[in-house]
């Protein structure tokens, strides 16, 4: 009895449980991020391949890119993350609507209005102790007007940008002591 209870509650409770991507072999230990709801996310469109693999893979390029980020942390910390909604900059149009004909795959159109976007919240440790924490709505109302240094081909890199300013002025007392 209590088996077959558990067996029919496990699909529930795997829907109901936050996404966790590993980034891949090398993920970060001193980096966790989840994922929470991202089928609910404003804008993780693609414009020329499924959605799921899509998904996937913006998710584990961003990954990657906070793993990057804590690097530049102390050894002893820990930095946790729950992203709760991504918005990438642009937004996908059927190739038609641009001009490119019909047929062809959509396009990411990239204008001033479409900014990047992204919410989480973070707790930082070290040590296991808190040393921050917050709730964090980032946007980057003029990521077109300035130049991307080495970034013109990376992609989500109005995204990472976004990211590096933010992390570097939120953690410069922590990033010093590095």
């Known amino acids: ?3 077959s209870l558990a067996l029919t509650l496990l699909p529930v409770a795997l ?8 980034a891949d072999e090398q993920q970060s230990d001193k980096v966790a991020v989840v994922w929470e709801s991202p089928e609910d996310y404003s804008d993780v469109r693609p414009a ?3 959605r799921k ?4 893979q913006t998710l584990n390029q961003l990954e990657k890119h906070f793993a990057k980020l804590g690097e530049r942390l102390p050894a002893n910390y820990q930095w946790n993350l729950t992203v709760t909604n991504l918005d990438l900059a ?8 641009v001009g490119l004909g019909h047929g062809a795959d959509d396009v990411r159109v990239i204008k001033d209005i479409d900014i990047p976007r ?3 919240s973070y707790q930082l440790t070290d040590a296991g102790q808190v040393v921050k924490e917050a ?3 980032l946007k980057d109302m003029g990521f077109l007007q300035r130049s991307l ?3 013109d081909s990376e992609p989500l890199r109005y995204e990472k940008r976004m990211l590096n300013e933010w992390f570097a002025d939120e953690f410069s007392e922590q990033i010093a002591k590095n």
Do not use: H, I, T, Y
């Not at 642009?90 to 609507?97: D, I, L, Q, R, T």
């Open 90 to 97: 642009g937004e996908v149009w059927p190739s038609s609507f």
């Open 149 to 151: 240094r080495g970034f």
């Open 53 to 56: 693999r899509f998904l996937e």
């Open 135 to 137: 709730d964090v709505e």
């Open 1 to 3: 009895m209590k088996k």
């Open 15 to 22: 829907v109901a449980s936050p996404v966790v991507f590993a």
């Open 48 to 50: 020329n391949q499924s």
């Open 118 to 120: 992204m919410s989480f």
